[in-house]
């Protein structure tokens, strides 16, 4: 779409203000507003000025001036807002050397897909993320120095199926969520409002339904895209999650393990490289993939342990990466198998439809980031022939302990992610896609904001363990 269509776009559906969108490093999304008459074709190259020293992990408040600049080919009238509102997703750029910022999470996803087409193995790499999410009905938090505590309630939770009042049952036991009908799912209509929301946006949905966890954990899934697109995708995909159960009196969380001993939230992450319109990773391999599809694979479990700080970016993530809640903490590759990190998906012997599921991501993660360090990992697997090793066609989880040992595993902690971040990044370095500023100011980050500031205070439970000891 050219800006000129843009502005026919908003005058002919009668569009009243500009709404400018962006994402931080941590991967919470920003906007800005201004009246549709500001909005001209001059703004697409001119941008609109924002300050960049108040978004978390950018620009010191002597550099602080930034363009936003809108990318009309994300355009969509906002489902939400009263008066009638343009949305668009901007790239953010240097005022004084019109480059591209290189913190801006959207332009290194924009470099990985050109250092694809450079290395000369694809032009295309397609992304299809399955995004977990809670629907709860009240939620309460606090922490100060005295005193801390969580409080989270959901009709649909399990926990409610004794109480006295207003209680018609129908509730999905622990870990035993995933598709009932209604009226044990109560999400139903909802997640219904929620798909033809996000089809009005523009995104392209193909399921919904709910998942394995009690008190309203449900997945709605997106058709695959590319990689940037994609990404812009699942902004927009929380953003009318969340807004759509606002206006019904719920809140949502894509905290990856809200709920303690039962199952948490992933965001499983299918992916595959095409070149002039032909999938690559179809051949006549194990479980029908090309060698490179199989090196792939390779590169992204050589490189797992670095990735989760992006992918699974959160204390909060470890909590859900433990054995037993199908979690894939186990590094290994299967056909069907869900318990392995890599799966190949069997459910069509298409060309067309061959790709690797990587499954320990989870929704908390930047997906800019998350999607531009997966494709690195695994054309670094490419680039160097790197072989997965045999497949693991078993429940990872009935192996013997010998075989267990054999078998490497994603870090426990956010600190160790951190660790492995730091000790492995060359590949994310390849083609300047990601830059050592930027890694060490998002290791720095959530060293000192997240992992610090959950290691210095004490924890509820260790009152239950520890007072009286």
């Known amino acids: 779409m050219t800006p000129q269509e843009v502005l026919e776009y908003a005058k002919k559906n009668g569009l009243k203000q500009l709404d ?51 990318d009309p080919n ?13 949305v668009m997703t901007c790239d953010v750029i240097d005022p004084i050397t019109r480059q591209s910022y290189q913190r801006d999470p959207r332009w290194i996803a924009r470099k990985a897909e050109m250092y694809l087409k450079n290395t000369g193995i694809g032009d295309t790499a397609y992304f299809g993320a399955e995004a977990e999410f809670f629907i709860f009905d009240n939620v309460r938090f606090d922490q100060n120095q005295h005193s801390g505590f969580y409080f989270i309630d959901a009709e649909e939770g399990r926990w409610n199926s004794g109480r006295e009042q207003n209680n018609l049952g129908y509730r999905p036991r622990y870990k035993e969520g995933y598709f009932p009908v209604p009226p044990t799912d109560h999400y139903q209509m909802l997640r219904s409002q929620m798909v033809e929301t996000m089809i009005q946006c523009g995104l392209n949905i193909e399921c919904h339904h709910h998942e394995v966890a009690t008190g309203g954990q449900c997945e709605i899934d997106q058709r695959f895209d590319t990689l940037v697109k994609s990404a812009d995708n699942m902004l927009v995909y929380k953003y009318v999650i969340r807004n759509t159960a606002n206006l019904h009196g719920k809140t949502v969380t894509f905290m990856p393990k809200p709920l303690f001993a039962d199952n948490g939230s992933g965001m499983h992450v299918h992916q595959s490289i095409w070149n002039g319109g032909k999938p690559l990773f179809a051949g006549d391999g194990y479980a029908g993939l090309s060698p490179m599809g199989l090196n792939y694979i390779g590169g992204l479990l050589k490189h797992a342990r670095a990735l989760s700080a992006i992918i699974a970016p ?151 363990l520890y007072y009286d000891i």
């Open 20 to 70: 400018l969108r962006f994402c931080d490093i941590p991967g919470l999304q920003h906007h800005v507003s201004y009246p549709i008459t500001e909005l001209s074709e001059d703004s697409f190259q001119e941008g609109f000025g924002m300050d960049g020293s108040s978004i978390r992990g950018w620009a010191a408040i002597n550099e602080s001036d930034m363009l936003l600049i809108p």
């Open 314 to 464: 959160t204390t909060n993530s470890y909590k859900r990466l433990v054995p037993g809640y199908e979690a894939p903490v186990n590094l290994a590759y299967s056909r069907r198998n869900r318990s392995a990190a890599c799966r190949i998906p069997m459910y069509s012997a298409s060309p067309k439809a061959k790709r690797v599921e990587f499954r320990p991501p989870d929704p908390a993660a930047n997906p800019y980031l998350a999607f531009a360090a997966m494709l690195m990992a695994g054309l670094d697997g490419v680039l160097n022939k790197l072989d997965p090793g045999e497949p693991l066609d078993k429940d990872i989880y009935d192996l013997s302990p010998e075989e267990m040992e054999s078998v490497p595993s994603m870090p426990a902690s956010l600190e160790e992610a951190l660790d492995c971040l730091s000790e492995d990044h060359d590949f994310l370095l390849k083609g300047d896609v990601f830059s050592e500023d930027l890694i060490e100011t998002f290791i720095e980050y959530k060293r000192k904001n997240e992992a610090d500031a959950i290691r210095l205070r004490p924890h509820p439970y260790e009152f239950a």
């Open 74 to 86: 994300t355009r969509f009238t906002d489902p939400f807002y009263e008066v009638p509102t343009l």
